[in-house]
């Protein structure tokens, strides 16, 4: 089991969506971290055999992905970012059209949906229209169908965008649970989707890799520390300007600001453990996800 | 897969609510020809209100006094009575009189008078001038006639003979049994089909759009079979649903006109209308061929716009196709058919059939000799189904990557989950 990217690259007119990556990815989950247009969604397009780098070739177990064709999307399960489906159908009988598409034989699709949309907590709507369906409940159902062939290679492209923060959490441990035994790979902007689930995380910026690790690698590569300071609000903007600056929350006496430096920046600076965040703030240079993320 | 492919078809909201508005106007459309019946009862009443609807039945009992071989001799009697009645009222007798006897025979009448002209348009003026006496030699002059057309029409020496030899299939005498309900029928199945060709058009190429429409179609594309045989029952259910509703519609107008009007005068023959047609076929044949002709119409019309729907992703362009292949052509090929023969071999011809019937087009290829409704039928029959590869190349060798990118951020904007 070995999904194996050599120098791979996608290139759109005059745009490098995805510039000579090589990378190889086992079993676990891996977190693809990137801002909007890093390239995450054309890799994962590539990856799913929906769209052919100009160069570079994908590999499953040392042969060609779009070689192999059928073989290869039998093993696949994909969420796309933007998650689509027939509004008139029902939930049931969506997934009973995936199933056939996938060629699972329905009386063991039945089953297999039955299972899945229990897992994913949308048991009690499968007679509803997709229509019907809250943006949380369809993405649910988006993810039971990924999972209908029991796929080998899971890819999730955004599956917490749009989501609520307790639907996020919930989201996340579904998630984890589906990890064992399969190659998940899972993108965002949010580093709290997956600071805690990926075994592996990869930054991605301007279409390359530029680091990937484990969440551990990450945070302690870092030259620069943490620091959570205290500063008088008129003085703020120059902090900013200075620092790369996380948090900003107004305290009694000024702001309280986390920030980013390799000497400590005042001398009421208290020096703080490092998360991914702050590795996304360095290099992505500007805070991480949005509001939501801080749960 | 099928199955759910066909499931999928008719659950679209957009779907159920164009085939039942296609049930409705079937339905309506069923009651025309017992609408258009005119009838006259012996004492020269028309029918009103609901007894409107038994009037085709009553119409055709009259009529079928003359049932059987129109030998001369049964042609004389109605020659006889018609004169006798026009010498009488000095041609204009009333309507009681329509009701008791003429209404019975006027076919009759009308048909003989055009036994002894090729020029149908001349029948009627012949009508008066039927003479008794010829009458006893009606299917010689008849066949002198035939000879005069093939002689006219065949332009080659195969020509002619071919015509001849056409001809020489009419059985005389004819054998008659009214047949009003499969005229009436063969006069709308034209307007039908326009109809149908465009509604199936549009639902058929909705298949293929549809992935792209709700941003289903990576799900679609990466899915095990979504490049193969997901691809073939789309095909499938296209051509299914096509077949399906076109013979559903065709049986809803063939039930309300045997209910109306019965369906008797299957096997009078064909000539017994247009004496001088070369399709030696019956009534019920040549209503047959007119419906055949409206389903290949649909068959190509759900070909084409599958193809164009799978290259494009729309079905913009798609729908637009049926109405120059159909409704576009059938106003020029009208006209040019009689300049070049390329207008007779157009898709319009299909709907056009019933036309078709009548007009004296053959053809020549070395020594072949052909004629040319079977030749339309066939050659659409066959286009409809070459194309149906095409469908399916097009549609599996999908990339995501070709998709122009202001579609997809259309895409991302309308995306059901933000
Ligand atoms: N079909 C296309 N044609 C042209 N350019 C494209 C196409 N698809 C993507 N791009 C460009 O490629 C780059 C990478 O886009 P991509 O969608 O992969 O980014 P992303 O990391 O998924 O972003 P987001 O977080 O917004 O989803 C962008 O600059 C984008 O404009
Ligand atoms: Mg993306």
Redo the contacts with the bound molecule.
């Keep these: 089991m070995e999904l194996r990217f050599k120098g791979v690259s996608?290139q759109?007119?005059d745009?490098l969506?995805?510039d000579n990556v090589s990378y190889s990815m086992e079993t676990g989950v891996y977190g693809l971290l990137?801002?909007?247009?890093?390239?995450?969604?054309?890799?994962?397009?590539m990856l799913c055999a929906v769209t052919r780098p100009t160069a570079g070739e994908i590999t499953w177990d040392g042969k060609d992905i779009f070689r192999l064709g059928e073989r290869y999307r039998d093993l696949l399960g994909y969420l796309p970012?933007n998650f689509g489906f027939y509004p008139d159908l029902s939930v049931s009988d969506y997934m009973m059209y995936i199933a056939s598409i996938k060629g699972i034989r329905p009386d063991t699709a039945k089953k297999r949906i039955k299972e899945l949309l229990e897992m994913v907590g949308v048991s009690k709507y499968k007679g509803r229209k997709m229509k019907t369906l809250s943006g949380g409940m369809a993405r649910r159902v988006g993810i039971a169908q990924a999972m209908l062939n029991d796929p080998k290679i899971l890819v999730l492209?955004?599956p917490t965008a749009g989501l609520d923060p307790n639907e996020r959490i919930r989201f996340r441990n579904l998630i984890s649970g589906l990890a064992e035994d399969r190659l998940v790979l899972l993108?965002t902007?949010i580093v709290s989707d997956v600071e805690f689930i990926a075994e592996q995380i990869i930054l991605?910026k301007d279409?390359k890799f530029f680091f990937t690790g484990t969440s551990e690698e990450l945070t302690s590569g870092m030259e620069e520390g943490v620091w959570s300071c205290t500063v008088p609000s008129d003085k703020v903007n120059q902090y900013m300007q200075k620092y790369p600056v996380g948090n900003v929350k107004h305290v009694s006496g000024g702001v309280e600001l986390r920030l980013l430096s390799k000497t400590p920046p005042s001398e009421n600076a208290v020096r703080e453990e490092a998360t991914l965040e702050d590795v996304f703030l360095l290099y992505f240079g500007e805070k991480a996800g949005d509001e939501d993320a801080e749960i | 897969m099928l199955k759910f492919e066909w499931k999928k078809f008719f659950s679209k909201g957009i779907n159920k609510v164009i085939l039942f508005v296609l049930l409705m106007g079937t339905v309506i459309l069923g009651f025309v020809p017992v609408s258009r019946v005119q009838y006259v009862d012996v004492d020269g009443k028309k029918p009103t209100g609901i007894t409107r609807i038994t009037a085709g039945h009553r119409l055709v009992a009259d009529k079928n006094r003359w049932q059987g071989e129109l030998t001369p001799e049964k042609i004389t009697n109605i020659a006889e009575s018609y004169h006798e009645i026009m010498q009488r009222y000095q041609g204009d007798y009333p309507e009681t009189e329509y009701g008791r006897t003429v209404q019975s025979y006027w076919d009759i009448v009308f048909w003989a008078s055009s036994m002894y002209t090729t020029d149908i348009d001349g029948a009627l003026a012949n009508m008066n001038r039927l003479a008794e006496k010829d009458i006893a030699h009606i299917y010689d002059a008849y066949a002198d006639n035939l000879q005069k057309m093939a002689e006219e029409y065949g332009n080659t020496p195969e020509q002619e003979k071919f015509l001849a030899e056409k001809y020489k299939e009419i059985k005389t005498p004819v054998a008659y049994e009214a047949c009003d309900s499969w005229q009436g029928m063969s006069e709308y199945i034209a307007f039908y089909s326009l109809i149908l060709v465009i509604v199936i058009g549009f639902l058929t190429a909705g298949i293929f759009e549809e992935e792209f429409r709700n941003h289903a179609e990576l799900i679609f594309f990466t899915a095990k079979y979504g490049r193969s045989k997901a691809v073939r029952s789309k095909i499938a259910v296209g051509m299914l649903a096509t077949t399906i509703i076109y013979w559903a519609g065709i049986g809803i107008l063939l039930l309300i006109s045997f209910v109306t009007m019965g369906l008797g005068g299957f096997d009078t023959p064909y000539q017994f209308e247009y004496p001088y047609s070369f399709y030696v076929i019956t009534q019920g044949q040549s209503y047959l061929l007119i419906v055949i002709g409206g389903y290949i119409a649909c068959l190509l019309s759900a070909s084409v716009t599958m193809l164009v729907a799978a290259k494009m992703h729309t079905v913009k362009l798609a729908v637009s196709l049926p109405f120059l292949m159909y409704y576009g052509l059938i106003f020029l090929s009208r006209p040019l058919s009689k300049v070049t023969n390329v207008f007779c071999f157009t898709t319009d011809v299909l709907i056009d059939i019933d036309r078709a019937l009548r007009h004296p087009h053959i053809f020549q290829i070395g020594n072949v000799v052909f004629r040319q409704v079977p030749f339309v039928i066939a050659l659409y029959a066959i286009v409809s189904i070459v194309l149906l590869p095409f469908i399916y190349r097009s549609y599996s060798r999908f990339d995501?990557?070709?998709?122009?990118?202001k579609k997809?951020k259309q895409y991302?904007r309308h995306s059901p989950v933000r």
């Design positions: 996608k759109y007119g745009v969506a995805v990137g801002v909007n247009g890093a390239g995450k969604t054309t890799l994962m397009t970012q492209d955004e993108s902007h991605m279409g | 995501d990557a070709k998709l122009p990118l997809q991302a």
